[in-house]
Structure formats: structure tokens, C-alpha cells
């Protein structure tokens, strides 16, 4: 199958601060993963990642990690305008 | 005339210099891409004088935009009129109060036409002949409209459960609107996915740093307008961020050009409460945005839950001495109808944002009573109109009968007498 890569920005807070969401993330799903930046404090964590591997794996993963309260946005953020 | 004054784009992030192509996020970083120009070589081009000299459009500041010729797309759109208040300004409790009116802009009423102007006439230099966007009101109308004034194709993308009034807007040009089911995040995912995938300019895609400088024009205008002066506190409703920022990079390269004095200028920025991401974090003092899954407001119009420029439009509030505040949909609605009711601007919910968040920062003092303030509305009240549903009075009905009217005036009137005779 196709590889494709997808350049995310991922949004979490306080509670999944200390929580080794990224590694987890590479244990789970056979993704190649790029942190490009990160900036992460005590209360929230912003990460700019890029991630590459089969369409259904990166489906997957964003799911998971939707589902572990991490919020997920393309990097252009908002496409949808007023 | 030169028009090598836009040299590249470059990175917010790091500073790396790009080729002016369809591109918006830098390689490295991820951070956005900015129009560089030479401004020396517009020092030496432009003057007062010449830009006066110009039709009153919103391409008199041409030497600002990000295009290599001369532009081919809403060459009608812009100078909209910088109104006086006087009564708004009484209203508020501040000395001076002007409204920009962009309730008023070529073709569609709306701010966005400035931004689809300078994209669209980018997409035609660059051979793009379909055009699209994601959006859910004003955007939409703006590609549709103007991609159809000169021939180019057009995709509209929108949730699929958008009222119908305001699919109305952007289907009557001939665009082809494509409705997406599922949550807003989900549908903001794939847009990113076709913007990625089909080669056509995505206006707020990957045709952002073009799309993003026609904001620009808008402080131009109340720069010249004001007699070529910088207003010492702007007000500027909020969603992506973008419109600030960008206000804010006009008064500077006006500074920059000698157009004008470098006098303080305060960039306030308005949002609704029920989706407040970029006003919240400036209170809180922080600079990460936290996003705003679902949105709760009736401004529409700025309910962005990530905003991509909430980071740079609160270092602009900071940095210039402005403020961030939010409105509740009851005082957005009396910001609606106070600027109506004070200046004869009927303004959609956005402007009844700035109106209120203005009122909230004169009575806490962060713009001072003695003070002059612009309030930037941005967008017709028709085309909202539904908010108000129920908040207006009904019109009061009496038969054909003069005596029946009399008795209602005088009722209005109280003591003040009628007219004895009839006019014949």
C-alpha cells in the first residue's frame, strides 16, 4: 500500500502533560513520526509532527490519539472560514 | 510601473526566505509564510500625492501587494468609507469614534472581498484556472463572485448542514458548492487533504500568504482617510487573527514608507465569548492558544476554534498596548443595534462583536474616554439577519384610518402637539 504523510499539529493539556503520548503513539501504530516544534508547559502541550506511513495506519493513529484527548488539526489549522 | 517590490515569502518561524510560489507553511518549521517586499524601492515609488492620484480601489496601495503585475481580479473592491460617529462615540463614552465600513465593500459586502481580490488575481498570474475554499459565509460568497466575474472555475466547500440562506450566497454565481458531512473538525481535516491533493489555488490554503496581505489595504484606507495619520486605538474583530496582524503590518509599513508619522498606535482585538480562544489566552497572559472544539456564539463569522493566528495577533495587542475582550450573544446583539440605531450601519454579527467589545474596553479604561478609536466592521447585517429573529420590535399595525395614525404618534410624541391642517 501507498504511503502517504500527513503534517499535523497536536493540542493536548494539563492532564496529558506528563504522559509519554508520542512514544506511545510509535509503539501502537507502525508510523514514522517527525517532530518538527514543540513548545510544552505544565498546562498544555502544542506539537508540530509530521507523520508517514499506510492511509489506514494514519487514520487509525489520529483516531487514537483523538480518542486519548488529544486534539488534532491540519497545519493550516483552520481551512474552514467564516 | 516597477514591480519587482515583492521579493519572497518567508518564514514567521525561522526567517528562511522562499520562492513567491503556491506554498504557505515553511519545510523546517511548519510556521507560516509571510509577502516580503523591498521597501526601499517603494519609498523611492510612492508618495501621498501619487497614491491620492489613483482611483479610489483598494489597489492605490498596489506597491504593498504580493502580485508581480498589474491585478486582474475585483479590481473595483476596496475604499470603503471611514464614517464619523458622533453619536456612536457619545454612546460609548469616548471622545472621537470612526467606523470603517466594509458592510459596504465591492462585490459582496463583506472585509473578504479585499482578501479574494489580491488571491485571485495571484491564482491567474500563476496559471491556476479552478479556485476554491472552505467556508462557511462570507468567504464562500467572495470566491464565488469574483471567480465568476472573470471565468474561473470555482469549488466552494461546506458542512453539509449549512443553512440554506447562505448556500444561496455563493450557488447563484455558478459555483460549484460541495456540502461535506461529519464534524467541523473532520471536514477541516479533508479540506486540508484536497487543498494538498488537487492542484487548484485554495485561497486560504496554499494561496494564504498572498490571500492574507489584501487585509492590509483595509488600515491603508483609515491611515489616508484619517489625513494620513495613524488612529491611536483600533478595534478589529477576531477568527483566524489574520485581519490584525495584518492591520497592524499596514501601519507599519506605512512608518516604514514615510506615509506616514510614527505615532502610537493600540491594536485591540474583539471575539465572541462563545468562542473566545485568542481573547482568552491574552487574558490569561499566556501565548498558547487553546482551541475551542465547539464553537457556541451567533457570530459565525468568527467562530474559529484554532485560530492560525492567535499566537501572532496576541504578540500585536501586547506588543502596541491593545487589548483582547469578548462579547455574549445578548451584548452582541445590542452592539448590532447600537451601531444601527447611533451611525445607520447595519452590521452582521462580527460588527456587533466590535461594537460591544469596544463599549467593554472604553468602561475598563484600556482605551481611555478622551481617547479616538476605528471600530473595523466588517460585514453587511443582511446577511445575518436571522440573529436578530424576535429581538426587533414587530411593526405596529392600524387600520386606513388618519385618526387611528394621530393617536398613535401623539402616543409616541407624548405632550408634543400635531399639525392642525392637512396638507392638500
Known sequence: MAREKQRLWLTFGEALCQRPIIWELSRSFDLAFNIRSAQVTQTTGIVAIELEGEREVLKRAIQWLEKTGVAVEPVELSTIEG | ?424
Not at chain 2, 65 to 81: A, I, N, Y
Not at chain 2, 104 to 131: C, H, I, Q, W
Open chain 2, 1 to 424: 510601473m516597477q514591480s519587482e517590490f515583492f521579493t519572497n515569502l518567508r518564514c514567521r518561524e525561522c526567517g528562511r526566505l522562499y520562492p513567491k510560489e503556491a506554498v504557505h507553511v515553511c519545510e523546517w518549521d511548519f510556521g507560516p509564510l509571510e509577502a516580503v517586499y523591498d521597501y526601499e524601492a517603494i519609498r523611492q515609488q510612492i508618495s501621498r500625492d501619487r497614491i491620492e492620484s489613483r482611483p479610489p480601489t483598494m489597489w492605490r496601495y498596489r506597491e504593498f501587494l504580493p502580485l508581480d503585475g498589474e491585478p486582474t481580479v475585483g479590481t473595483q473592491v476596496g475604499f470603503t468609507p471611514l464614517v464619523r460617529a458622533d453619536r456612536l462615540a457619545k454612546a460609548l463614552g469616548v471622545r472621537e469614534a470612526y467606523v470603517k465600513n466594509d458592510t459596504v465593500n465591492y462585490p459582496t459586502l463583506s472585509f473578504k472581498d479585499r482578501v479574494v481580490a489580491v488571491s485571485l488575481s495571484r491564482a491567474k498570474e500563476m496559471g491556476f484556472t479552478v479556485v476554491a475554499c472552505a467556508s462557511t459565509g462570507n468567504l464562500a460568497n467572495s470566491v464565488a463572485a469574483n471567480a465568476a466575474s472573470v471565468g474561473l472555475e470555482s469549488y466552494v466547500l461546506i458542512p453539509s448542514d449549512l443553512e440554506a440562506s447562505k448556500v444561496l450566497g455563493s450557488l447563484v454565481y455558478g459555483s460549484r458548492v460541495i456540502g461535506i458531512r461529519g464534524p467541523y473538525d473532520k471536514v477541516n481535516r479533508l479540506c486540508s487533504e484536497i487543498a494538498g491533493k488537487y492542484q487548484w489555488a485554495f485561497v486560504n490554503v496554499n494561496l494564504r500568504p498572498y490571500y492574507a496581505e489584501g487585509s492590509k489595504t483595509m488600515g491603508f484606507e483609515i491611515a489616508e482617510q484619517l489625513g494620513w495619520r495613524l488612529p491611536s486605538h483600533t478595534v478589529i474583530p477576531m477568527a483566524s487573527g489574520s485581519l490584525l496582524t495584518k492591520i497592524a503590518k499596514s501601519y507599519q509599513e506605512l512608518i516604514v514608507t514615510n506615509l506616514v508619522e510614527k505615532t502610537p498606535f493600540a491594536i485591540h482585538g474583539a471575539q465572541a465569548t462563545g468562542c473566545n480562544p485568542i481573547s482568552e489566552a491574552f487574558r490569561k497572559g499566556t501565548d498558547l492558544v487553546q482551541p475551542v472544539p465547539k464553537p457556541q456564539t451567533i457570530a459565525k463569522s468568527l467562530a474559529i476554534g484554532t485560530p492560525a493566528d492567535g499566537y501572532y495577533a496576541i504578540q500585536t495587542m501586547r506588543k502596541s498596548g491593545g487589548a483582547a475582550e469578548d462579547a455574549s450573544d445578548a451584548e452582541i446583539l445590542a452592539g448590532i443595534q447600537l451601531l444601527a440605531e447611533t451611525a445607520g450601519i447595519f452590521a452582521e454579527t462580527a460588527g456587533g462583536v466590535t461594537v460591544a467589545c469596544a463599549r467593554k474596553l472604553i468602561a475598563s479604561g484600556k482605551i481611555p474616554e478622551d481617547a479616538s478609536v476605528v471600530l473595523c466592521i466588517t460585514g453587511h447585517g443582511l446577511k445575518t439577519a436571522e440573529a436578530l429573529s424576535g429581538v426587533l420590535a414587530s411593526p405596529r399595525v392600524i387600520d386606513p384610518s388618519l385618526r387611528e395614525f394621530d393617536r398613535l404618534v401623539s402616543s409616541d410624541l407624548g405632550q408634543a402637539s400635531l399639525p392642525e391642517t392637512v396638507a392638500p
